[in-house]
């Protein structure tokens, strides 16, 4: 090692690395000791391919059902798990991203490796040699990673990768989950400020401050900014909205979990009233309340680019945010706010007149009969809508859905122009009468696929409807009823119908009371029909 970095100092050429060549198979020592072909540091010409890398447009390939295979695989003796039919990962740019392959951990793990050799070679102060920052540069020639994971660095390493990170311009994706100091400040800054190819950047970190504002305003290359967890708050969802305002290149941004409220919703919807850019727009978990919603509402009446909104609320993720995340204390001055009626009604006002939106979650708020029916009506004449998610995620619940809105929805499901493909209402109140109504509806209805009803009051008589509807029905694919009061009668209808039926490929009906002659009868269909009936 110390020859090495005298060779830099006394600026001797030398080869930094070793000749490597990345295949999809091991490294062979073989390999290793072969001539090199390739470019003056020893890497095959054909390095840059041979880095398998997952893309954003990956995950428009995604094959999603909804249900976990070892799940629906398991027949009739049901395991208890929930299903959640209605998730549609083709959604998650974050998962594809985050999601770290063998191809990430070797290539991190080498760029960590020759790091803390550069690290090394210092004299321990809180600085860079000029022959270090050598040393990075021809790194930098010999092995530009265009995905780079920032963890926990101790401080020589840091400096030896921020660096790395300054005069990599192949980067086109950054994940960094370390403390945000003046140092990273200024690190991300610059690679902002300098990048021409930086499309991704994900920070999990203390963001409260709004010191990257100028550095997004002038960074046109961006285009995924995951700032889930980052403690934005109310400074920094303002001066997103600044940004949103003047920036052309940002068309998805996630900021769940960081409890903007409505002031910061307010700025968001601001910037976004001269945007034509942003997609997809996550604000779950964000308390944004009614006065959130009503900014948003507004915006959506004469946007034509987003197509995803979240701005549910998950009960549990809210209170169970880990500590290395954020201080214990660090929301406790923060009311929970939901979005309720008036904040549904706007939403559905603005769904009359919107024909971009495709994804709309509003799952874990306060909606009640008036409000689900308001939707209900703005659906009927709504075009574009595919997913729709309102269940509740507290026990009891806080959505109730009437008749009023089981007849409006109804009427949608009937609407030749619907594009709904997956609605969920889990835990909503529904009651057989509802659920009655909704059968109505799906008899002619053309396009829903997944339809998630389980956690409700549905008896025996809405059990009897819904199964008389998958007689004519030729769209659902995926019934959920996990979590009712069917009993055997409901059983037994469903055993009737199915062997009509020749579209839905699952039914879960377990948790419903089901005795022996339901299970019996259920147990004569299942060789007869391609639809995996769940029951236990």
């Known amino acids: 090692m110390s020859r090495l970095c005298a060779s830099f100092q ?45 893309s954003y447009e990956d995950g428009e390939d995604f094959e999603d059902d909804g249900v976990a295979d070892s799940d629906e695989d398991s027949g009739g003796d049901g395991d208890g798990f929930e299903v959640d039919i209605c998730k549609d990962d083709s959604f998650n740019w974050r998962l594809y991203s985050e999601i770290k392959t063998r191809e990430d951990t070797t290539v991190n793990d080498f760029l960590t490796g020759i790091c803390n050799l550069i ?80 499309v991704g950047l994900h920070l999990r970190t203390d963001l409260n401050s709004t010191s990257l504002t100028p550095a997004l305003q002038s960074n046109r290359t961006l285009t995924h900014l995951n700032l889930q967890y ?7 969802a303002k001066a997103l909205g600044e940004v949103l305002e003047s920036n052309r290149t940002l068309t998805h941004i996630n900021l769940h979990a960081n409890r903007i409220l409505h002031i910061g919703a307010e700025a968001l919807a601001k910037g976004l009233q001269s945007n034509n850019v942003l997609k997809h727009l996550d604000l779950s978990c ?20 987003l197509t995803y909104l979240d701005a549910g609320n998950y009960a549990e993720t809210m209170e169970g945010i880990p500590d290395f995340f954020r201080p214990s204390s660090d929301f406790d001055d ?28 509003l799952q874990g708020n306060n909606v009640n009969d008036s409000a689900a029916a308001a939707l209900g009506r703005a659906l009927q004449s709504n075009y574009t809508l595919t997913h729709f998610y309102l269940r509740s995620m507290l026990i009891p619940t806080k959505v109730h859905f009437g008749n009023s809105g089981a007849v ?42 997944r339809l998630d009803l389980s956690g409700n009051k549905i008896e025996f008589s809405g059990a009897v409807a819904l199964a008389k509807a ?67």
């Open 10 to 54: 006394l600026d001797t050429q030398m080869n930094l690395l070793p000749a490597v060549s990345w295949t999809e198979g091991e490294e062979s020592e073989e390999e290793e000791d072969s001539d090199n072909s390739g470019g003056d540091c020893g890497f095959d010409d054909c390095f840059e391919d041979d880095i398998w890398m997952r």
């Open 119 to 198: 690290a090394d070679c210092g004299d321990g102060r809180n600085e860079l040699k000029d022959y270090q920052k050598k040393m990075i540069r021809t790194l930098v020639r010999c092995f530009a990673v265009f995905k780079v994971y920032v963890h926990s660095y101790s401080s020589p390493n840091i400096l030896v990768l921020c660096e790395y990170l300054k005069e990599n311009f192949a980067l086109t994706e950054l994940l960094w989950y370390r403390n945000f100091d003046e140092l990273a400040l200024g690190t991300i800054g610059h690679v902002l400020q300098t990048s021409q190819r930086l």
């Open 230 to 236: 980052a403690r934005v708050r109310i400074s920094g």
């Open 286 to 305: 964000n308390w944004i309340g009614d006065r959130g919603a009503v900014a948003l509402a507004h915006v959506l009446e004469s946007n034509h680019t």
């Open 334 to 361: 923060v009311r929970s706010e939901y979005i309720g009626e008036s904040g549904a009604l706007a939403i559905a006002h603005a769904l009359q007149s919107n024909c971009s939106l495709t994804y709309l979650d």
């Open 408 to 449: 409006a929805f109804a009427k949608a499901l009937q609407s030749s122009g619907t594009q709904l493909t997956r609605l969920d209402l889990r835990n909503t109140s529904i009651n057989s009468s509802v659920a009655i109504a909704l059968a109505e509806g799906l008899k002619s209805n053309h396009s829903l696929e």
């Open 470 to 536: 998958l007689k004519s029905n030729r769209a659902l694919t995926h019934l959920q009823l996990h979590l009712n009061h069917i009993g055997d009668s409901g059983a037994t209808e469903f055993a009737k119908t199915l062997p009509y039926n020749d579209t839905l490929t699952f039914l879960d009906l377990r948790w419903n009371r089901i005795g022996k002659l339901g299970i019996l009868n259920l147990q004569q269909i299942n060789p007869r029909t391609s639809c995996t009936v769940k029951w236990a």
